[in-house]
Each structure stands twice: as C-alpha cells, then as structure tokens.
C-alpha cells in the first residue's frame, strides 16, 4: 500500500514538473497571463468593497471579516482549479478518446486524470487570495490562537478537497453524457460567487441547503464563526472533516460512472 502510494505521489510530481516546463517555454505569455488573471479578480473585490462602504457592514459583519470569508473561498477555489483540472476538463478528455488512452495504462485513473491539467497559470488567482486574505487579517480584529491557525488551514485543505469533489462528480456524468453538464455549475462557480459572503445573510432556508444538501458551510460559514470569535464552540472549526463524506460519494459516482463507461468512439 505504502509503496503503490508513493509510487502515485511521485508520478503526479512528474506531471507537475511536465506542465512547469511546458509553461516556462514561453516564459513571457506566462507571466502575462498570470499577472491578466491576478488584476482581473479584483473586480469581485471591488464590488464587496463599494457595498460595504456604502451600507458599512452586512448582517453585522464587517469588511475585513467579509473579506476573510471571500479571500478563503477564493482560494479554495483557485487550488482545486489547479490541483484538479483534470476533472474540471473532463469532457474533453472523454471526447477526445484520451480517457480510453488513460485506461490502458497501468496506473490509477483517478491520478492521469489529475495530472493532465494541471492549471499552472491559476497561480494569479491564488496570490490575489493570498493579497486579500492578509489584508483582511490586517483590518479585522481576530484573537490568533493555535485552534485557529489550524481552522484556517482546514478549510482551505477542505474546501479544495471540496471543490475538487464537485469536478470529480461532475466529470463522473460526463461518462453518460460525454459533454459537461452545466448544471453542476451551481455546485462549483455557484458556490464560488455566493461564497463571497457568509451563508447566514441569505436566510436560514438557504443555510440548510448549504448545510445538508451542498456542504460548503462546513469549509465557510461554520469554522468562519470560531474563526470571527463569535461562538466558542471549538469544535466549529473542525467542520471540514466532514466534507469526507460528500468526497466519498463523489468516488463512488466515479467508480459508477467507470463501470458503464463505453468509450466515446474517437
């Protein structure tokens, strides 16, 4: 076990170094469309920024602790950009009969498929989280404990592992339809957008549904109020392991989805 898992570590480190050179052959088209994508982002700020300067807080939270919330989801969403693309790409990976290439070869399916778009250049859009995230940190008045440091480490690994399953489910679809479904959009640019705010300012009906049914209060809204100091339920903060489960269910879609797969004829 521990030798097949290195061995699968190491491989996807190959298909990492493989993009990194592929990107640095043109070193300045890379910059620039990473220096693009990091201006580009800060027209969301812009919008939370007029907003809040206009009415002063939302639903009583302030700038800076909107700001926290946005820059978290922001990021998250950027790394599972990255670390997933394979599966955000998947459609046309299966049309392409690539997917029936990766079958053949005598490694996990689920890693080929990660490591084939690796998204380098969503490297803009993590240093703009990373900009606003500091900032936010700068003008809010967080009391830094060592439970928070980890709570903010957990839903940033939680929240990328959860988008990441919103692609994987998605590309689990793609095997019976063989085009990305645009409904699971809801799930992962949705999610993203609506992210930009706690999940409370929009009721308590929307709440549970982020809850229960499209987990991602359990990487925002939930570890954000232990983070924010406004409940001293502790355990609030460790919330992210449950996105375990959602990615439990996103395997077993995969392997679903594997076993009725045809090919796509290419």
């Known amino acids: 076990m521990y030798t097949k898992l290195k061995a699968g570590i190491k491989l996807y480190l190959h298909y990492i170094a493989i993009s990194l050179r592929c990107s640095m052959q043109y070193k ?107 900032y936010g940190i700068a003008i809010s008045s967080i009391v830094w404990t060592t439970g928070r440091v980890i709570t903010v480490v957990l839903m940033l690994v939680g929240g990328t592992a959860l988008f990441i399953g919103f692609f994987w489910l998605r590309a689990a679809f793609t095997f019976f339809t063989m085009e990305g479904v645009e409904a699971f959009n809801i799930l992962t640019y949705g999610a993203k957008e609506h992210g930009k705010y706690p999940v409370d300012i929009y009721g308590k009906k929307m709440l549970q549904v982020c809850t229960y049914i499209i987990p991602y209060t359990l990487i925002q809204y939930y570890p954000l109020q232990y983070l924010l100091g406004r409940t001293e339920r502790w355990y609030y903060g460790l919330y992210p392991f449950g996105i375990a489960g959602t990615m439990l269910v996103c395997y077993g879609a995969w392997k679903f989805g594997m076993r009725h797969y045809q090919s796509a004829g290419s």
Do not use: W
């Open 28 to 134: 300045v088209s890379f910059i620039l469309m990473v220096t693009g994508r990091f201006l580009v982002s800060f027209n969301g700020i812009l919008g939370v920024y007029f907003m809040m300067s206009r009415f002063g807080h939302v639903q009583g939270y302030t700038f800076g602790e909107v700001l926290l919330c946005f820059s978290v989801i922001q990021m998250d969403f950027a790394l599972a950009e990255c670390i997933g693309g394979g599966f955000a790409m998947f459609s046309g990976i299966v049309r392409q009969g690539e997917f029936d290439r990766i079958l053949l070869r005598p490694h996990s399916a689920v890693l080929q498929v990660l490591g084939s778009k690796f998204r380098i250049d969503r490297i803009g859009l993590i240093l703009q989280a990373v900009v606003m995230f500091v």
